[in-house]
């Protein structure tokens, strides 16, 4: 695997690069779109600050929590108040629309190419967005989707419909848009009731989130077909002049996407790795012939592109 002493960085707003890379998506035969969780905090989804505070603000006067993720490990003390904080985690990370409108300019860049996407994103905002499901491989889980805490058998649950009851159930608003209202001068409730914490059909356990935390993560028949399409899309392309577009990935999980991108760009001497990406922005100089790396916000770039 290549070093980090064997790395080159490159510099950010340069407009022949960015000028390349519209030139490139405009000829290659296929693009595959690596993103990681920068390219969601382009598109406006912060777990800090305002947002954080406007959702939880009785959490955090109660448990001191500085941000949103952290919040989600808090060992509560009763699963009706750890699904009351987790039910506003899931609505707003999931199934309301993104802030900013990134993932749209992406789905217009790609929309009439041959496109696959590998992401570790779970708040399913390329569908949303409008890319192919068909063409989606999330290998994290998704913040949809439950699964039994043992788990007992490998099966999600989608819990769009429960979760919107179990935010209506403390108070809050949902209006015609599907975003989540605080009302004003009311106390919302930091706890669901117990009729609606969710429980295993099989061993009746605890549910938890279909989420890549631990040994118990549960990947289901759709993650396997979903795996499949991933890898027959490489396949038929191989030795094609396919670009790898990594976007927001950083150093946490490497070996999914970024090394992965790296190797196959380097045995495939038709192939194009391009990385945008904000202080992350770099690549082996094995492959710095065939590399376009662009050093800023993923959003602002890709209006330019």
Same mark, same amino acid.
């Given at each position: 695997?290549?070093?980090?002493?064997?790395?080159?960085?490159?510099?950010?707003?340069?407009?022949?690069?960015?000028?390349?890379?519209?030139?490139?998506?405009?000829?290659?035969?296929?693009?595959? $779109?690596?993103?990681?969780?920068?390219?969601?905090?382009?598109?406006?989804?912060?777990?800090?600050?305002?947002?954080?505070?406007?959702?939880?603000?009785?959490?955090?006067?109660?448990?001191?929590?500085?941000?949103?993720?952290?919040?989600?490990?808090?060992?509560?003390?009763?699963?009706?108040?750890?699904?009351?904080?987790?039910? !506003?985690?899931?609505?707003?990370?999931?199934?309301?629309?993104?802030?900013?409108?990134?993932?749209?300019?992406?789905?217009?860049?790609?929309?009439?190419?041959?496109?696959?996407?590998?992401?570790?994103?779970?708040?399913?905002?390329?569908?949303?967005?409008?890319?192919?499901?068909? !063409?989606?491989?999330?290998?994290?889980?998704? #913040?949809?989707?439950?699964?039994?805490?043992?788990?007992?058998?490998?099966?999600? #649950?989608?819990?769009?419909?429960?979760?919107?009851?179990?935010?209506?159930?403390?108070?809050?608003?949902?209006?015609?848009?599907?975003?989540?209202?605080?009302?004003?001068?009311?106390?919302?409730?930091?706890?669901?009731?117990?009729?609606?914490?969710?429980?295993?059909?099989?061993?009746?356990?605890?549910?938890?989130? +279909?989420?890549?935390?631990?040994?118990?993560?549960?990947?289901?028949?759709?993650?396997?077909?979903?795996?499949?399409? #991933?890898?027959?899309?490489?396949?038929?392309?191989?030795?094609?002049?396919?670009?790898?577009?990594?976007?927001?990935?950083?150093?946490?999980?490497?070996?999914?996407?970024?090394?992965?991108?790296?190797?196959?760009?380097?045995?495939?001497?038709?192939?194009?790795?391009?990385? $945008? +990406?904000?202080?992350?922005?770099?690549?082996?100089?094995? $492959?710095?012939?065939?590399?376009?790396?662009?050093?800023?916000? $993923?959003?602002?770039?890709?209006?330019?592109?």
């Amino acid at each position: 695997m290549y070093s980090k002493t064997a790395t080159m960085r490159y510099t950010s707003g340069c407009c022949d690069d960015i000028m390349r890379l519209k030139e490139e998506l405009d000829t290659v035969d296929a693009v595959v $779109i690596g993103a990681g969780s920068g390219l969601s905090t382009s598109a406006g989804f912060s777990y800090t600050g305002g947002r954080f505070q406007r959702y939880f603000g009785d959490f955090i006067e109660k448990y001191g929590f500085q941000d949103m993720y952290s919040g989600g490990f808090y060992p509560f003390e009763s699963l009706e108040e750890h699904w009351a904080y987790w039910s !506003r985690y899931i609505y707003i990370n999931r199934y309301m629309a993104a802030p900013k409108p990134v993932y749209n300019r992406l789905y217009e860049l790609v929309k009439n190419r041959d496109y696959f996407v590998l992401t570790t994103n779970v708040d399913h905002q390329f569908q949303r967005a409008g890319f192919d499901k068909h !063409r989606l491989f999330y290998t994290q889980g998704d #913040y949809g989707l439950w699964q039994c805490s043992v788990p007992c058998h490998h099966e999600t #649950y989608d819990n769009g419909a429960s979760v919107r009851k179990m935010a209506e159930a403390q108070g809050f608003i949902i209006n015609e848009n599907d975003e989540l209202i605080v009302p004003e001068g009311k106390n919302l409730r930091m706890g669901i009731p117990s009729e609606l914490v969710p429980y295993c059909p099989h061993c009746h356990k605890p549910m938890t989130m +279909n989420l890549r935390c631990d040994m118990t993560f549960v990947q289901d028949k759709g993650w396997y077909e979903a795996s499949g399409r #991933y890898e027959d899309f490489l396949r038929r392309h191989k030795n094609q002049h396919i670009l790898f577009l990594e976007l927001g990935v950083g150093g946490n999980t490497p070996v999914i996407i970024k090394y992965p991108f790296w190797w196959m760009t380097a045995e495939d001497p038709k192939a194009l790795y391009a990385c $945008i +990406n904000t202080g992350e922005a770099y690549a082996p100089k094995e $492959i710095a012939d065939r590399t376009i790396c662009i050093n800023g916000d $993923i959003g602002e770039v890709l209006k330019q592109v």
